[in-house]
């Protein structure tokens, strides 16, 4: 069954760093194109970076310039890169398949980012 979990969140400082990974338990990993979300409290979940299965990106306005994403086909993984963390930047962060998929894979547990001093 196809399976994502997600790792690496954890308590940062404001303008520190996190680097989030998910390995995905899916055979068909290197065909999709996958983006990472993530959903604070009281709000809807959000795209907030994207990879083609070429490596083309797209971010958010909110993270552009400030988080990186990437993936490794041979270690069926996708990576976020964060850096100068802000407070707005706290939710749960989830990857999946980006918004152009007809489907989703079954949503993992998330990782939990919280950028506070």
């Known amino acids: 069954q196809a399976q994502l979990v997600e790792s690496g969140g954890g308590l940062v400082q404001p303008g520190g760093s996190l680097r989030l990974s998910c390995i995905a338990s899916i055979g068909l990993f290197t065909f999709y194109n996958m983006g990472w979300y993530r959903q604070a409290p009281g709000k809807q979940r959000e795209l907030v970076a994207s990879?083609?299965?070429?490596?083309?990106?797209n971010y958010a306005d909110s993270v552009k310039g400030r988080f990186t994403i990437s993936r490794d086909n041979a270690k069926n993984t996708l990576y976020l890169q964060m850096n100068s963390l802000k407070s707005d930047d706290t939710a749960v962060y989830y990857c999946n398949r980006d918004q152009t998929a007809p489907t989703f894979i079954p949503w993992g547990q998330g990782t939990q980012v919280t950028v506070s001093s």
């Open positions: 990879i083609t299965t070429s490596g083309r990106t």
